[in-house]
């Protein structure tokens, strides 16, 4: 019997991460030689355990592990990589994909405004969520730095001899198509004054997916950055009334049947960039420097398109790592001497 390959999914109880859980588990029934065991990295038991049973019952001869992990603290991560060394010998899939978009409230204004201006906007990279300035976790880390960012950094390191034990691993991140330059300040990386900590959150995401490369091919351990484009998930829903998420996730099916191809509008649709780049082979045809986008014709056949990086810059990518490394080292002091 072929040996089984480990994928580890952070935030897997819902949206993005949900569908991803589906297409593995689909895939390793279609391919009995690549058979998958899931791990569901998730803050919540109860939440997890749910995710757990609906998976089971898709497909009931699947092996599903549950960790538990509040990725934005990371006495957390270092307690819940510690647990994942216990129990498996390697690690093949290192989905980072837990997020938030924290926000303040919904300016009604701006959604108005952007619904006349620029409606295309509205329902791809709105700016109607008021994110809040200078939240910080029980740590002292800004809020989303640490939930998208830093803690799954954390995770890398800590697990970086299980990915190496892998005949090739492979990390990817849920990046986002709006993640763009001008939300990073180089001073203020965890976007602790800035207005938009998630949009910066997700420009170091791509920053961070191509670095690492350098640092981690010669052990075969590869990082690559995907979207989902537009997901009807709760990290949006969340913030809207029940009448709002619906008029949302009907313009998202207005939109897309328009010919907006960044409305996936499914889990299951958004998730497909990721098993795009999880299960392509091999491994050199998939490329480093571009973000894997889920992308969807007006009829609903999704697709990946390879987004371009122009605005990659290898200089500011590596000042970046050295500063995590220097975090790290405070949080390895605290919690690991
Ligand atoms: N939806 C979109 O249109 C869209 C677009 C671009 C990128 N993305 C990215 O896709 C990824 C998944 O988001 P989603 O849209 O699928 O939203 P979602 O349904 O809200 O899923 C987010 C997942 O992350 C988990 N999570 C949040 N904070 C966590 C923490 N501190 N520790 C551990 N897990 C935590 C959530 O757990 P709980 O259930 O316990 O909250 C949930 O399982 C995110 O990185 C997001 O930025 C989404």
Known sequence: MSEINIAVITGANSGVGFGTAQRLLQHSEDNP???????????????????????????????IDIVILDVSLVKSVFACCAELKKKYRKIDWLFCNAGILSCDYVDYGIACKELIINPRRLLTATKC?????????????????????????????????????????????????????????????????????????????????????SRMNSRKIYTFVTHPGVVATNIVRDHLNWFMAKVMHTALYMARFLGVNEETVTSWNGSFSNYYVATTKPIESLKRTVKYGSYIKPWG?????????DYYDEKEANDLLNKLDELLAEFQMKYQN
């Open 129 to 213: 969520v008021v994110q809040p300035k200078g939240r910080v976790t029980g740590e002292g880390l800004g809020e989303t730095f640490a939930c998208n960012i830093f803690g799954h950094y954390v995770m890398i390191h800590e697990l970086e001899d299980l990915l190496a034990a892998s005949k090739e691993a492979r990390i990817i991140w849920t990046g986002s198509s709006t993640a763009a330059k001008n939300y990073y300040d180089a001073q203020d990386y965890q976007c602790l004054t800035g207005e938009f900590p998630y949009e910066s959150s997700k420009y170091i995401t791509d920053l961070i997916a191509v670095a690492l490369n």
């Open 301 to 309: 056949v999704t697709y990946v398109h390879e987004d371009p990086m």
């Open 33 to 63: 030689t690549e058979r998958i065991k899931l791990v569901l990295a998730c803050r919540n038991p109860t939440r997890a355990a749910n995710a757990r049973s609906a998976l089971l019952k898709e497909h009931p001869k699947s092996e």
